[in-house]
């Protein structure tokens, strides 16, 4: 997730309003076969941002229950979900063009045809190209935790994304979470639980879903004595 850097304004009151960000655009190192997956697979895969609602049908070439992943790395856990779920499409949105063009790559190697990206700001597509009540489901690995207390307010999962979100939920579809930060979980149990429009399936956290796979990363993190912590909520 990354967070756009803004200088100072010379006069405060004539310089636009920006919300706060929960990304940071990284210039994360390109390897030559995700700048070919960029050129070549984007096209078709790769769904340009757009102020107005997007036709799913159309993009899917299909009717089918969609679910959404945002801020998907490198897209390992949404190729293998994917793979193991056909009669499923995923839209996973990415702001960093080395996870778009691996997820690329994964897509091209596994011969998924129910993903497609949107490399944009999550908050924007959801607002802008989702119709309220239009998705079964949602999943957000590993968010960035903005570790810093005075980096707090940049963390993705905060009360308006949560409502706004929720909304875009049908009823009775999932939404998922982890983490393997403790003080983020909490946050994560705490904003989700005062959502009006969302149940939590659990008495707190959740087992890990048999859907989700372990990546290397958390299973290092496992490893070395670190926990995770799984939420899954339903929509009312």
């Known amino acids: ?33 995700q700048e070919r997956a960029l050129r070549e697979l984007a096209p078709r895969f790769v769904l340009p941002f757009r102020d107005s609602l997007v036709d799913l049908d159309a993009a899917f070439g299909r009717s089918a229950p969609r679910v959404l992943e945002i801020g998907f790395g490198m897209g390992q856990s949404t190729a293998l979900i994917a793979q193991a779920t ?39 597509v959801l607002e802008h190209m ?21 980096h707090h307010k940049r963390r993705l999962i905060q009360p308006p994304f949560v409502a706004l979100l929720a909304s875009r939920l049908e009823p009775g579809a999932a939404l998922h979470l982890a983490t393997d930060w403790a003080p983020y979980a909490q946050q994560m149990l705490e904003v989700l639980g005062a959502e009006p429009l969302l149940l939590n399936t659990a008495r707190a956290f959740s087992e890990r879903p048999a859907y989700r796979p372990v990546t290397k990363f958390e299973r290092r993190g496992v490893a070395l004595g670190h926990d995770t912590w799984d939420l899954v909520f339903r929509r009312r």
């Open 86 to 124: 056909p009669d499923i499409d995923f839209l996973g949105i990415e702001v960093h063009p080395p996870g778009v063009g691996a997820l690329l790559q994964r897509i091209e190697t596994m011969q998924l045809t129910n993903v497609r990206l949107v490399q944009h700001d999550a908050v924007a």
């Open 1 to 33: 997730m990354q967070n756009g850097r803004t200088d100072k304004p010379t006069d405060a009151a004539e310089a636009p309003r920006r919300s706060v960000r929960s990304y940071v655009l990284r210039a994360g190192r390109m390897g030559t076969g």
């Open 130 to 150: 989702l119709a309220p009540a239009s998705l079964a489901g949602a999943m957000i690995f590993f968010p960035d935790p903005w570790p810093k207390t005075r």
